[in-house]
């Protein structure tokens, strides 16, 4: 099974709004990243955050992790209809060589 | 830099066949990657490399061989293409095993009959 899991599966609000994604995983982590993929393209880059880190912030992005509760959200304030995208966590597993990435969630915002 | 490059684009085969997907980056990272991505599946690790000549599973790799002969090239192998291997195949670089943000390519769309 994966060891990120994103909430909600799909979401779809208006230009404007606050967008907000929930990950959880299960096992220790080292760090904690976001991805986002446009339709038909490869994954980029947005954020991460340590385990010992609480909260970051990067534009209009704010990601926050709890490693009591094992979840991590992405927050996107403002959004755009060039947002429309799907998110991805991807833990980094302590004791691992490897990067895991959750199911994802798809991200429609209407304009 | 053109960052991690994959072909071909897309590709079809009929199942038995076998391919090589290629990847290469010029950003002269250790680490590489292969995945696979299925609707509602996300990403799943087929192999890795923490840098030439080293290569280790990931959580699907049967069906699947790598090599890394070379920092800059990391070919992935279908040995007998089955349809179940229909995917999009993405390959990604990072620095370094540690803290890694990986970059990725452009993606192979693979369809096997």
């Known amino acids: 099974s994966q060891q990120g899991e994103e909430d909600p599966q799909a979401l779809s609000i208006q230009e404007g709004e606050n967008a907000t994604m929930n990950c959880s995983y299960k096992?220790?982590?080292?760090?904690l990243q976001w991805y986002r993929q446009n339709s038909g393209r490869g994954l980029v880059h947005l954020i991460l955050?340590?385990?010992?880190?609480r909260e970051k912030h990067s534009g209009r992005l704010r990601v926050t992790l709890d490693t009591s509760k094992k979840s991590s959200s992405l927050l996107i304030t403002a959004s755009r209809a060039a947002d429309t995208a799907s998110y991805f966590c991807?833990?980094?597993?302590?004791?691992?060589?490897?990067?895991?990435f959750g199911a994802g969630t798809i991200l429609r915002v209407k304009s | 830099n053109a960052g991690v490059t994959q072909t071909p684009k897309f590709q079809v085969l009929k199942t038995g066949q076998s391919m090589t997907l290629q990847c290469a980056q010029d950003?002269?990272?250790?680490?590489m990657s292969w995945y696979r991505q299925d609707p509602g599946m996300g990403l799943r690790l087929i192999h890795y490399?923490?840098?030439?000549?080293?290569?280790d599973q990931g959580e699907v790799p049967n069906g699947y061989n790598v090599s890394r002969s070379t920092t800059e090239d990391f070919p992935l192998r279908l040995l007998s293409a089955a349809p179940s291997q229909t995917s999009v195949y993405f390959c990604?670089?990072?620095?370094?095993?540690?803290?890694?943000?990986?970059?990725f390519g452009p993606g192979t769309r693979l369809l096997v009959l």
């Open positions: 096992t220790s982590i080292n760090n």
């Open positions: 991807a833990t980094d597993v302590r004791d691992g060589n490897k990067l895991v």
């Open positions: 490399s923490v840098g030439a000549g080293i290569t």
């Open positions: 990604a670089s990072s620095y370094s095993r540690g803290e890694q943000t990986q970059y």
């Open positions: 950003m002269n990272h250790e680490y």
């Open positions: 955050i340590r385990s010992n880190e």
